[in-house]
Structure formats: structure tokens, C-alpha cells
């Protein structure tokens, strides 16, 4: 069961009466800026993130931070695969001994840190700031546009994600995949009732046959360049016929099984840096040794054979226009 702190105490994440999955909205939202006199300025070697492999909103923060080659400033500490009863567990092994970590255990403790009376989900990504020793951001997304706004030009890596020109449709394809591909296979994993289940599902399917026929007439999600909407959409991609798939109960279809889905899949994971931030084996032990309310025996499935480095021939496909 999902953990929560109330007033500073653990607790358990209520369910929804009615079956449904609930994700609750980020409480830190603040902002890294390039201007002056900022509450939180671009500074290096300043703030530090809090990630769980497993995490496809983790992830898309660390394909930021490697596509930007932010690795020397932004530091990470990275959770156990496996979440227990106090929730995420800082992982020993890989625990580095660096300021503004203080010897935690457990992630709860950041926050604990932040606000002592803190009333929430506990969740990850965290971007921490070590010289004020406060919460800047929890929220996936901000965190991306922060690391390609406000770090831009850094180390001379990286591209404009959010062109200005495109900005209009990147929201809106943002919005979609958020609502129908990311929240929905949880949606559906985690739906308690046999209505909201279905509902989920419905909802999931339809939203990959539209994002299959958009990837008929054009390389992109918002066109003939990537953009943080591909982004966002390749970590869900990337774990749903290894995990999803099985442990969810998500049908009909795989990714393997949509022509453009699963091309275009393929050529987001071979670009150069994108692999090394995939550990298969440590995001398939969270979900099955974790949810054991999923999975009460702990059994880990094989996984259906689906060959990323396999060739894609996207750059060789004549666009067609749909509609």
C-alpha cells in the first residue's frame, strides 16, 4: 500500500471509494531561474535530485539531465528497487556521501526535512537545493523545463525542447499523453473495481491507436523534430510490454504490437546517451517484488521479446497526412 505523511506521521494513502486510482498534485512547484535576486538561482553544484530507476517520471528527469550533460552538476540519489513499508528506501549500495543528505534511510525523511508537519504523498522525483536545504520541485515536468531552460548552455550539450513555435501543440500532446498513456496504466493496475478497470483500459487503448495514427504522419509527436513531449511519452513506452503489459493486465494489444508505436519506440531508445539510462532489470524487480498486493508470490514473469536495438527505418518512412 501507498505511503502518505500526515502532520509528519506515515500513514497509508487512502483508496477512492469507488475503485479508482488517484494521483495526487505536486506540492512543490517552485522554480529554478536564470534572474536575478531568485529564490532559487541557476547555480552548479547547488541542487541535487532524489530518483527511482523505476519511475517513468524519474526517468524523464534523467534523460534531461543526460541529454543536457548536467551529470557533474545535478547529483542524484537513487532508491532500493524495492519500496517497502515506509515507502521509498535510499539504496545503500549506491547511496553517494554527498552534502544535504544527512545519512537518510528513507526519502520520507527529505521532506521531513523541508517541513516537519508535512501533509502528503511521498513521492519521486525530488529536486532538492543543498544550500537553502529545501524542496525545490516535485513535479516531473517542471523539472524537465527547468533543466533545459535554466541550464541551457551550460555545458554546451542539449536542444531547445519547447520551441516557441510549437509550444501551443506540445502542451496539448503533453496533456494527452499525461491523461491517457501515463496516469492510465495506473489507472488500470491499480483500479479496485471491475467498472473503473474497464473504464481505464478503454481510455488507455484509445489513446494508443490515436498516438499509432498520428505516427503515421509525422516522425514526432509534435512534428518533425523531438521535443520533451516524446520525452515524456518514451519512459511509459519503454516499460509497457516488460511490466505494464503483464503486471497491470493491459489489453489487447503490446507496444510490439503497433508498426509506428513500436518503430518509433526503438529510435528514441537508440539515440546516443538514452540507453544508459534504462536499467530493465532494477525497473522489473520494483513493480513485481514491490506491488505484492499485484503479486502475492513475488513470481517474476518473463518478458515478452522485444528488441530495442533492433533497426527502426524511421528517417527512411514517406509521411502520409491523416484525415
Not at 17 to 40: A, C, L, V
Not at 58 to 71: D, K, P, Q, S, T
Not at 88 to 107: A, S
Not at 272 to 301: E, K, Q, W
Amino acid at each position: 500500500m501507498a505511503k502518505m505523511l500526515i502532520n509528519g506521521q506515515l500513514a497509508e494513502k487512502p483508496r477512492a471509494p469507488d475503485g479508482r486510482f488517484e494521483r495526487f498534485p505536486s506540492q512543490y512547484r517552485h522554480w529554478i531561474s536564470r534572474q536575478k535576486d531568485t529564490e532559487f538561482p541557476a547555480e552548479t553544484n547547488r541542487y541535487h535530485l532524489f530518483i527511482s530507476e523505476a519511475c517513468p517520471w524519474c526517468h524523464r528527469v534523467m534523460i534531461l539531465r543526460a541529454l543536457m550533460g548536467l551529470e557533474k552538476f545535478i547529483t542524484v540519489t537513487y532508491m532500493d528497487a524495492l519500496m517497502g513499508e515506509e515507502g521509498w528506501r535510499i539504496d545503500p549500495d549506491r547511496h553517494p556521501d554527498l552534502p544535504g543528505l544527512y545519512g537518510d534511510q528513507f526519502l520520507y525523511q527529505t521532506y521531513l526535512r523541508d517541513n516537519p508537519a508535512y501533509t502528503g504523498t511521498i513521492t519521486a522525483p525530488v529536486l532538492y537545493d543543498r544550500k537553502s536545504e529545501r524542496i525545490v520541485s516535485t513535479e516531473s515536468s517542471d523539472i524537465m523545463r527547468m533543466f533545459h531552460q535554466a541550464f541551457s548552455g551550460l555545458t554546451g550539450k542539449g536542444q531547445d525542447l519547447y520551441p516557441s513555435a510549437l509550444r501551443g501543440r506540445i502542451d496539448r500532446i503533453n496533456d494527452f499523453v499525461q491523461d491517457r498513456i501515463a496516469e492510465g496504466v495506473y489507472r488500470a493496475g491499480f483500479a479496485t473495481s471491475q467498472d473503473a478497470y474497464d473504464t481505464a483500459v478503454d481510455r488507455l487503448v484509445d489513446g494508443l491507436s490515436q498516438l499509432e495514427e498520428m505516427l503515421c504522419a509525422q516522425r514526432y509527436l509534435a512534428g518533425e523534430r523531438i521535443t520533451e513531449a516524446d520525452w515524456r511519452l518514451y519512459p511509459v513506452l519503454l516499460r509497457f510490454d516488460p511490466v505494464y503489459w503483464i503486471h497491470f493486465k493491459i489489453g489487447p494489444h503490446r507496444i510490439a504490437d503497433y508498426s509506428n508505436l513500436s518503430a518509433y519506440l526503438r529510435e528514441l531508445h537508440q539515440i546516443p546517451g538514452i540507453a544508459a539510462t534504462v536499467d530493465m532489470d532494477h525497473i522489473r524487480r520494483h513493480y513485481f517484488l514491490s506491488h505484492r498486493h499485484l503479486n502475492p508470490g513475488g513470481i517474476m514473469p518473463r518478458s515478452p521479446q522485444f528488441d530495442l536495438n533492433q533497426s527502426h527505418n524511421r528517417e527512411k518512412v514517406v509521411w502520409r497526412r491523416v484525415g
